[in-house]
């Protein structure tokens, strides 16, 4: 009788007990699940407006050293085709250095797509050069370069660019 008496009394305490328990487990870590949340979100709040800025940098980059607008920018009168190339690289490396920190900040895809755009523009202003005499004027020399990019089936930058583009659009 002894033994029952205290079954009695026990098992419904152990019962309460662990009904207490698994529902402070529960609370805790619903708490902690809250806490993470508002972590990330807190975290979000800060890291996308970054991240934007630097797919917003690398668009940016990337229009710059289209040969279009390197071309505008670069190109100066009487100046020779040697000149123009030599300026034209230099403009691109100073450009990529300046940009070289947003990697952080995009996928590595999107990186990557970068520097190949980045690549292939000094590849093309490389091969226009040449086939062009470097003692002739920047003009020709800049002509090359366009008639080059018209054969191109893809705009060196413009894989890049719609990359970037595209994952700029899964923010929203």
């Not at 870590?29 to 709040?45: F, G, H, T, W």
């Not at 403009?91 to 690549?119: D, F, P, V």
């Not at 054969?151 to 660019?161: F, K, N, R």
Request: glycine letters at 2%; a neutral charge; hydrophobic letters at 50%.
């Amino acid at each position: 009788m002894l033994l029952a008496d205290i079954l009695k009394i026990v098992l419904p305490s152990l019962l309460v007990f662990l009904a207490g328990y698994l529902a402070v487990a529960r609370m805790l870590s619903n708490e902690a699940d809250r806490r993470k949340a508002d972590r990330i979100l807190a975290n979000q709040r800060i890291s996308i407006p970054i991240r934007l800025q630097a797919y917003e940098r690398l668009v940016l980059f990337l229009e710059r050293i289209s040969p279009e607008s390197l071309i505008v920018r670069v190109n100066q009168p009487n100046i020779d085709a040697k000149t123009l190339q030599s300026a034209l690289l230099t403009t691109i490396r100073a450009e990529w250095e300046h940009n070289l920190s947003q990697q952080l900040y995009i996928s590595n895809e999107a990186w990557e797509l970068t520097r190949n755009a980045k690549g292939n523009m000094i590849k093309l202003i490389n091969i226009c050069a040449e086939r062009v005499d470097p003692d002739a004027p920047s003009i020709v020399f800049s002509q090359k370069i366009l008639e080059l990019m018209v054969e191109l089936e893809h705009h060196p930058t413009s894989i890049a660019i719609a990359q970037l583009k595209k994952e700029v659009g899964e923010f929203f």
